[in-house]
């Protein structure tokens, strides 16, 4: 008998305490709860799940860095403890309150690669020009040069295009064959070194010290682009349920 669970995995990214989403109960086995930034010594909480992994655990992780990017960390641990999410062929990221309907999620066992596609823009606005207010668009602009091919006229045209764009493949909410997920990793990684560079740590304000997860947020977004644009992978293009129980803030 086909058991989902042996092929995917999905990791479900917490940061703090949350009640488990009823769409995790459907198929526990299926979804890999992971407590985000447990080196961070302001979010020193035990896992309160039963079966959550801390992304701390073992020798390589990055769980320090959480407050500055984001879900990354978690993602980074789940690509490197491969083994102790049950070596999928398959893997996915959720939010602690944001889900695929599990409709969309089997879309990936028919070849294709499943992102969150949303508008969250306002007045028509670009990435572009929506980021730009967020004052990252320019460390945006230098890490692609500096990390990619400018002079590669298909990944010139891409970035050209995508950053016109009133959509974005964002949240980095995803689920894509493993290679796929090995592909995203390293080329994030390629970048490390630029974020931590530019990241403005001790500042008070989140949407700050909190500018490079934004960027992360962006290239992800990019890298699906790209892929689709290339017409090696067909994407299917999916919203997300919220969840938000009584009691507990947006």
Known sequence: MFNIADYLKI??????????CPIMLQKPDVYVPILAGKS???????PFIKGMH???????????????????TGMYWAWRHFDKIG??????THHYRRFFEPK???????GKIVVNMEKEYFEEASVLNYFFGANIIDNMIKLVHTNLDMNN????????EFMQWDYQYNREMFVCPWGIFDA??????????????????????????????????????FFFYCLEKSGMFKL??????YFRPEGYEK
């Open 11 to 20: 990791i479900v990214v917490f940061h703090k305490r949350y009640p488990s």
């Open 40 to 46: 961070d010594v302001t979010k020193d909480i035990e």
């Open 54 to 72: 801390c992304d701390n655990e073992g020798n390589d992780n990055i769980s320090w860095m959480n407050p500055y990017f984001n879900e990354i």
């Open 87 to 92: 070596n999928p062929r398959f893997i996915g």
């Open 104 to 110: 969309d999620v089997i879309e990936v066992f028919k």
């Open 153 to 160: 006229e298909f990944v010139k045209k891409c970035f050209t």
């Open 184 to 221: 995203l990793m390293r080329y994030l990684v390629g970048m490390f070194p630029y974020l931590s560079q530019h990241v403005y740590y001790g500042h008070p304000y989140p949407k700050y010290y909190r500018n490079m997860s934004y960027v992360i947020e962006v290239m992800v977004g």
């Open 236 to 241: 299917h293009k999916a919203s997300y349920f």
